[in-house]
């Protein structure tokens, strides 16, 4: 039983996050949506990334949660000064009820389980992530914010590469996955 449960909560964090983005992108993608889903997943990784830095035992997911963090840090500030002024337009100021989830499960880990748990979570949250900035990349009227989703998209793809390899390393399942 207890080999199930890191694949249903891979499962149960997978569906809550595609549950999530198609009721974004159900209409199509606007500049409104972008920015708050954007904004909400910066702001996730951030604080993830800050706990992993705590929490984790196996130096490479420190080195992965730093590099989360600077690279985050970095895209939420660009994506405030990109969204800034226009109208209609705010940035989430919480992460997404189901990130929040996620982030609960992971408080609630330790040692290895966390590692993994966290590495699983990381390539879960970067391939949404990879597909709503590949959305905007192609959809958004705004050339600003089109122009910004298309910048981090390389290091989004490098990010998902790089959590992929960590769940292999340990022993998480959603390294598999495509």
Do not use: W
């Amino acid at each position: 039983m207890n080999n199930l449960m890191p694949s249903i909560r891979t499962g149960l964090v997978a569906f809550c996050f595609a549950a999530a983005s198609s009721f974004a992108m159900a209409d199509g993608m606007d500049a409104e949506d972008f920015v708050n889903d954007a904004s909400a997943m910066g702001i996730a990784e951030v604080h993830n990334a800050t706990l992993a830095l705590t929490k984790a035992t196996s130096q490479d997911v420190k080195n992965f949660a730093q590099r989360m963090l600077d690279d985050h840090s970095a895209a939420n500030q660009q994506l405030a000064q990109t969204a800034s002024g226009k109208e209609d337009i705010e940035l989430a100021d919480e992460a997404t009820l189901m990130a929040k989830a996620k982030a609960l499960i992971l408080q609630l880990r330790s040692g290895e389980s966390f590692d993994e748990a966290y590495a699983n979570n990381q390539v879960v949250a970067h391939e949404k992530s990879v597909e709503l900035y590949e959305s905007a990349s192609k959809e958004l009227a705004d050339a600003d914010l089109k122009a910004y989703a298309a910048e981090q998209l390389p290091t989004l793809r490098e990010h998902l590469e790089m959590a992929r390899q960590l769940a292999a390393k340990h022993g998480g399942d959603a390294a598999e996955k495509n």
